[in-house]
């Protein structure tokens, strides 16, 4: 037992694990094997210093009913004396158990029980590796695709999975592409561990962005939030936290470059960046462009019990098909972005100029009444 300590730093080393975990399957290892070899009714305990195995025995009287029954974890006092001739009633007298002299059958035990607690903790360990990891941007390459256009990704230690409905419409991967994708979720089945990757999903957009525009993975630009429909359009809202720096500017680069180096790996989708406002009517105007607003009223209401955000937002009628865009993605969009129902009220162009005509007239009759 003396050479333990020595293998459970070379497992460390070797399988990039924590000393102090692996220390601990360790001793689960060995008490599971000594219960194997003594017998489930034994009690063991494990030296935290040397990692020897013992195994504990109280000290009851001699007439105790329970040495009957019981002398696996019961010793008369007087056979005790024998071992110990200080030792007294409710003492516990402890017996090193050594693995290394009970054959093949101990050795195999063990081995089987080191193999099987040390996988566990290195599944466990990946495990909450990439699940500290949803969100982020991860990439690898294309080993299969299944019947049913399931993509799969050998990422570091892990192999992930695409699915089709996580990929933008009409692109197509083949075995050797390397492929860049977010962790959507991390889970463990049946079948083990499993991670699921993502194009589709608005992080993808804001990992992209934070790996293209060095203001924002510096933390001088914040992403407040991003909404997308995924190879068509999204828009993503942009908030300074350096008075020197534009946030919207910077993101789009000198002539365009960052924005639209985004934009192709995204197949060519049109992505809208709007400058952050903690007022909620200048937020939903920006989020509506390219649309030019009149005005935006901010409402309380409820539906089905919950209670929503609701904005009116009034434009002339020359700008309500900007607003809603095509088969209406861009009040999609910024419906999603800032979390408000959005509902447009259309002014008439002509109404609006007889309506300011009439005032004028008005004005005018009361400027010559007080000559």
């Known amino acids: 037992m003396e050479k333990v300590i020595d293998i459970i730093e070379s497992i460390a ?7 102090e975990d692996v220390k601990e399957r360790v001793k689960i290892a060995l008490i599971n094997t000594a219960k194997h070899i003594y017998g489930e009714q034994y009690e063991f305990f494990i030296d935290p210093k040397t990692l020897n195995l013992f195994q504990k025995i109280v ?6 009913e329970r040495l009957k029954d019981d002398n696996e974890h019961f010793i008369a006092l007087s056979k005790a004396k024998k071992e110990a001739p200080e030792v007294e009633v409710g003492d516990e007298l402890t017996y090193e158990c050594s693995l290394e002299n009970l054959g093949r059958t101990a050795v195999n ?7 099987y607690h040390i996988q566990k903790l290195l599944e466990e360990t990946i495990l909450k590796k990439y699940q500290d990891m949803v969100g982020k941007m991860v ?5 299969r695709i299944d019947s049913e256009e399931n993509t799969f990704i050998e990422i570091d230690e892990i192999r992930a999975f695409l699915p089709r409905k996580n990929r933008i419409k009409g692109e197509k991967f083949k075995v050797a592409d390397v492929v860049k994708a977010v962790i959507r979720r991390v889970f463990t089945d049946k079948n083990g561990m499993k991670m699921e990757l993502s194009r589709t999903s ?4 804001e990992a992209l962005l934070e790996a293209e525009v060095p203001e924002i993975k510096d933390e001088l630009i914040k992403i407040v939030a991003s909404a997308r429909i995924p190879g068509e359009r999204a828009k993503v809202l942009l908030q300074s936290l350096n008075a020197n720096v534009d946030a919207v500017g910077a993101t789009v680069g000198q002539k365009g470059v960052r924005i639209n180096a985004v934009s192709r790996e995204l197949h060519d989708e049109n992505i809208d960046c709007i400058e952050y406002s903690d007022q909620p009517a200048i937020l939903i105007a920006r989020a509506l462009a390219p649309a030019i607003i009149t005005s935006v009223k901010i409402q309380n209401t409820q539906e089905d019990g919950k209670e929503l955000k609701k904005a009116i937002v009034t434009l002339n009628s020359d700008q309500k098909s900007k607003a809603i865009g095509k088969s209406g993605i861009n009040i999609r969009l910024a ?37």
């Open 109 to 115: 035990t063990l081995h089987k029980e080191l193999e």
């Open 59 to 64: 000290v009851v009287k001699d007439d105790d």
């Open 335 to 371: 419906s999603m972005l800032t979390g408000f129902l959005i509902e447009l009220e259309e002014i008439n162009l002509k109404q609006e100029q007889s309506k300011n005509n009439e005032e004028g007239l008005k004005n005018l009759e009361n400027l010559f009444k007080n000559v």
């Open 202 to 205: 608005p992080k993808f957009l």
């Open 139 to 143: 990439f690898g390459s294309v080993i």
């Open 13 to 19: 080393n070797e399988k990039n694990l924590q000393l």
